[in-house]
Every structure is written in structure tokens, then in C-alpha cells.
């Protein structure tokens, strides 16, 4: 387990940040979930849980099936259980992509948001991803930080792990040498508006925000085939 990793996830946590990567991620997150079209006995595996709102709106959907959280950060992981105790479809654990504990063909979909570009090894996180979905299942997951979004590129100093940069055809490429079939991507996009007076913080200028939103987040979305 990648312990640099899960200690910065842990502060985090610990600086109340799950509220507000919520807020930011949420208007996008929302959109990708409903075009997963889950049925309601999806088993349903949401890899980088972070705090859990992600986790919470797909088993309000999976609502006769099961939803699995997984984070590299424990104390994460115990933000998104408390907050979550009033669902009986969820369940949380401390784990990594890379290593996943579970068995093969355990769930019929997975989902990550705004977490796969973290893994020191992605190649491994895909591998097992595709090792624990069912054949026929579908894995979707969306990437704010990539090459083709310009102003994205601003965050990478300001982060204190290593994160991978890669453009939409790496990530088709990658998906598809690791066995994952009809690989899709689309854009989506945040309908919030932009305040006028925006003078800064995730990026350097409003211009800079405005182009961001324009590129969208990138969303792939791929199939398992055993």
C-alpha cells in the first residue's frame, strides 16, 4: 500500500476537504452515474470512495443490490461510514486498487471518480478492476486532470503526491491492452456558473476556470469480456 498516499488522503480527511471535493466533483459525478444506467440489483464497486458521496448516490440506485466503497485512507474511510449509516446496501473498507480484496466476477460494476490518475500503477488497478467484474460488466470512471484539459495541468505543483498525466488516446490504449472492450469516452460538464469575481484558487485566473469547464471532465466508460 502506497503509504505516502494514504497519509496524505488522511489529511484530507482530517482538514475536512471530503465536503468540499463533494462540492466540486458532485454536478459531473451526478451526471456519470445516471448514464451507468445501473439496474437496482446492481453490486456495485466505487473505487477511491473518498468520503462516500459518490458511494450514497449509487445506492440509492443499486437499491436491491450492494454497494462496495474502497479509499487508501482509513480515516477516509471512517468519514464515509458514519456517513453513511443509515444505508443498509453499503459497506466500506480500507484498501487499494491495485491489490483489490475481493474475489473475481464479485460485481457487476465499478466506478472511480477523479481517483484513477493517483495509482502509482494503473496498469494493476485496471487489471484488477477488470479481475472483480463480472463478464459483461461495466467500468466507468471520470478524469478531471488530463493532458487535452490545459488548465488542470495548473494543480500537479500544488499536489504533494505524484499523479500521472496522460492524454484521452493513452488512456483508450490502456484500457483496451488490459482487457477492457468498447472503451467510450465523452465530455461532461459542470452547469454551476463561474463568479464573476473569481480571483483565484484552484486555477490561476477566471479565464483559466472558464476554459477548464469548457474542456469538461473526461469520462470513459468500458466493458469486461471473459
Known amino acids: 500500500m502506497d503509504?505516502?498516499?494514504?497519509?496524505?488522503f488522511n489529511e484530507w480527511a482530517r482538514a475536512g476537504r471530503g465536503e468540499g471535493m463533494e462540492k466540486g466533483h458532485r454536478p459531473v459525478g451526478e451526471q456519470a452515474i445516471e448514464r451507468m444506467h445501473l439496474p437496482s440489483t446492481a453490486r456495485v464497486l466505487d473505487v477511491g470512495c473518498g468520503s462516500g458521496w459518490a458511494t450514497r448516490l449509487i445506492a440509492e440506485k443499486a437499491?436491491?443490490?450492494?454497494?462496495?466503497?474502497?479509499?487508501?485512507?482509513?480515516?477516509?474511510?471512517?468519514?464515509?461510514?458514519?456517513?453513511s449509516s443509515s444505508f443498509e446496501n453499503v459497506e466500506f473498507?480500507?484498501?487499494?486498487?491495485?491489490e483489490l480484496p475481493f474475489s473475481d466476477d464479485e460485481f457487476t460494476h465499478a466506478f472511480s471518480m477523479e481517483s484513477l490518475y493517483y495509482y502509482s500503477n494503473m496498469i494493476?488497478?485496471?487489471?484488477?478492476i477488470r479481475r472483480v467484474l463480472v463478464d459483461g460488466g461495466?467500468?466507468?470512471?471520470?478524469i478531471d486532470l488530463y493532458l487535452e484539459n490545459a488548465p488542470s495541468h495548473q494543480w500537479i505543483p500544488t499536489l504533494k503526491v505524484p499523479v500521472h498525466l496522460l492524454g484521452i488516446p493513452d488512456y483508450r490504449l490502456m484500457f483496451e491492452e488490459n482487457g477492457f472492450v468498447n472503451v467510450v469516452d465523452e465530455r461532461l460538464?459542470?452547469?454551476?456558473?463561474i463568479p464573476?469575481?473569481?480571483?483565484?484558487?484552484?486555477f490561476a485566473t477566471r479565464d483559466d476556470y472558464v476554459l477548464y469547464k469548457k474542456n469538461g471532465s473526461l469520462m470513459l466508460t468500458a466493458e469486461v469480456r471473459k
Open 3 to 8: 503509504e505516502h498516499l494514504r497519509d496524505e
Open 63 to 83: 437499491h436491491e443490490g450492494n454497494v462496495m466503497g474502497i479509499d487508501i485512507a482509513d480515516e477516509m474511510v471512517q468519514l464515509a461510514a458514519e456517513s
Open 93 to 98: 473498507k480500507v484498501a487499494t486498487a491495485e
Open 124 to 128: 494493476a488497478a485496471l487489471r484488477e
Open 138 to 142: 461495466t467500468f466507468v470512471t471520470v
Open 189 to 193: 460538464y459542470d452547469p454551476k456558473p
Open 196 to 202: 464573476a469575481d473569481y480571483s483565484g484558487g484552484s
